[in-house]
């Protein structure tokens, strides 16, 4: 087994670092006073997408990722989107927005919650957004760990797989918290597969694509 | 493809601390959703579904003073579905399931006793592996109002994949102030308890539970009824974050792919995902109309529970396995008067009836909607 047959296309966000298949899009140069990483990431990548203003910063991240991923690739093809499944995990979830909608209700003098914040406050809204933009409509699910978990990641993709509910998957970790964003975003066609894809050889594919990523500059 | 089977089940409510208690106090048309003074919203009175305090802390699973009240809840609903069933948590083979939305939520508040990671939905399914000696990693899923029904299909996929012998899908929440104010602003919650399908409803209310259904590639030991998960998908509608479909496109497409060739005549009944907001009940009729399943007998069973949001999936499933295995449809509480521009035939009151099959329905907010078949066992392939 050749552990690098498995070269599947993907885009990671670690460390102010944009990369699509290990090429840097976007590196930030963070001055006091700065926007948030991601919008000028966003901003600086010529990606127009209104609604991107109004998701809070996971959903933010996680769509940043998938755009870069799925636009001007060879995924880039709507049918395949359609019925792709979704297999997002996250450690934090939605809690940097948690943290803030419990702000807005944290003093009775100061009671407004509000309805915009309050729908981000589930971390499955990231994944909603992804399939809003590439109407995707195929199977969708969201894992928590307390980091990517290539084993739970591929047991459900070899499952999705061998059972013939869907021919590709969208996959991935995407976390946010107190500014700090990461996303690693790839997606896997059933016709890759061969004696290659296994569970070591996914694992080696997340080890030195995303968990190595911060070394690359 | 093997078949999936029940082998164990609990619920913990208002209306029980087993799935027998609540399943008695449902056919007797008892709801569990009660005014409360432990909440308030600006507008004033507050009806919830809430387990009651002195019961659970009584349990004696635990020292309630080191586990939160969702890992109480949680802890206690799987000891009580496999303690005495032969079921062995530690074994190598057995993975546990989470289901939650918003796990430890009620700790986001300052001054919580427990230390800060607690707050992490992976951190509570730590804590429910390491009560158990479980040895393997759980899986946590949270995927809003869906989640426990996309549990149970992840469990059924896993389980035919082969690698584990028995899967304890667990969920739960708890009402906490910050989702009650959260519905409360998106004008969600019902002043008075909810009324799903009913033309005078006005939103949802919560609830809490826990409930834990346990499933096996391994058919049960002998009994009358044999249950089992035999198909479940999901879609997303792919149109809104919040609002469902009008169309009930996702809905609908998830129902196709759970029915698969199989005739909407084997369908006995439709347990709803039902939550009693104009919109969610709406969206639901018009793709059971569209996948030409309006004539068939449909409940919510929230009028009795509540919204139990990461406990939903699960416990109403489980309610719907009993009413195949007790040959009883239960009533759709809070229903009286068509309230959706398609006509449902809602369940008016809870009688005997044989029924083979229950479609299971879930959506939920980021368009995410799941559906699973639950059947007595006869040779479905």
């Known amino acids: 087994m050749v552990i690098s047959d498995l070269n599947p296309e993907y885009c990671s966000i670690r460390d102010g670092v944009v990369t699509v298949n290990g090429n840097i899009l976007y590196a930030d140069n963070h001055q006091e006073g700065d926007e948030p990483f991601i919008i000028k990431a966003y901003r600086s990548l010529g990606i127009s997408y209104p609604k991107f203003f109004k998701m809070d910063s996971l959903s933010k991240t996680g769509f940043l990722a998938a755009e870069l991923l799925l636009k001007g690739t060879a995924t880039d093809n709507q049918e395949l989107k359609s019925n792709i499944a979704v297999i997002l995990m996250t450690g934090n979830a939605s809690l940097d927005t948690d943290l803030n909608f419990q702000s807005t209700i944290d003093n009775p003098a100061a009671y407004f919650p509000s309805p915009s914040i309050f729908v981000y406050t589930l971390p499955n809204i990231m994944l909603g957004e992804i399939c809003i933009r590439f109407k995707i409509t195929g199977e969708g699910i969201v894992f928590i760990d307390r980091e990517i978990n290539g084993t739970v990641l591929y047991e459900y993709i070899d499952t999705l797989f061998t059972d013939g509910i869907t021919d590709s998957c969208l996959f991935g970790w995407v976390d946010y918290l107190n500014g700090k964003a990461e996303a690693f975003i790839s997606v896997i066609h059933k016709d890759m597969i061969t004696q290659s894809f296994n569970q070591h050889s996914f694992n080696s594919f997340i080890q030195r694509t995303f968990r190595t990523s911060n070394h690359q500059h | ?381």
């Open chain 2, 1 to 381: 493809m093997p078949a999936v089977y029940k082998i164990a089940d609990n619920i913990i409510s208002s209306l029980g601390f087993d799935t027998d208690e609540n399943f008695r106090n449902i056919v007797s048309g008892i709801s569990g959703i009660r005014e409360t003074e432990k909440f308030t919203l600006p507008a004033g009175k507050v009806h919830a579904s809430l387990v009651d305090d002195t019961r659970l802390e009584a349990s004696a699973y635990f020292d309630p003073s080191k586990y939160t009240r969702l890992e109480q809840l949680i802890i206690s609903s799987i000891h009580n579905a496999v303690d005495g069933t032969g079921i062995d948590m530690a074994d190598p083979e057995t993975l546990i399931i989470l289901s939650t939305v918003k796990g430890n939520n009620d700790l986001i508040v300052p001054g919580s006793p427990f230390e800060p990671d607690r707050i992490h939905l992976w951190r509570t399914a730590g804590i429910i592996k390491e009560h158990f000696a479980n040895p393997n990693d759980p899986v946590v899923i949270s995927s809003a109002c869906i989640s426990g029904t996309l549990a149970i299909i992840y469990a059924r996929r896993v389980l035919i994949s082969g690698k584990y012998k028995t899967v304890v899908v667990a969920g739960g929440d708890v009402v906490t102030p910050f989702i009650l104010s959260g519905f409360d602003c998106l004008k969600a919650i019902d002043p008075d308890p909810c009324r799903p399908f009913d033309a005078s409803r006005k939103g949802l209310s919560l609830g809490e539970a826990a409930g834990t259904i346990v499933l096996s590639g391994q058919m049960p030991a002998e009994r009358d009824t044999i249950i089992e998960i035999a198909s479940g998908s999901s879609s997303n509608d792919a149109n809104h974050i919040s609002g469902p479909s009008r169309t009930g496109e996702g809905l609908l497409r998830s129902i196709e792919k759970t029915l698969g060739n199989r005739s909407v005549d084997e369908v006995g009944f439709i347990n709803a995902h039902g939550t009693g907001t104009l919109f969610n009940d709406e969206m639901e009729s018009i793709a059971f109309s569209r996948c030409g399943l309006d004539n068939k007998p449909v409940n919510s069973l929230k009028g009795y529970l509540g919204h139990t949001l990461g406990a939903a999936g699960i416990i109403e499933s489980i309610l719907s396995c009993w009413s195949i295995e007790k040959n009883m449809l239960i009533k759709s509480y809070g229903y009286s008067q068509q309230g959706t521009s398609v006509p449902l035939n809602m369940i008016i009151g809870s009688a005997p009836a044989t029924v083979k099959a229950c479609l299971k329905t879930s959506s939920g907010f980021g368009g995410t909607n799941a559906t699973i078949l639950i059947s007595k066992y006869n040779g479905y392939k």
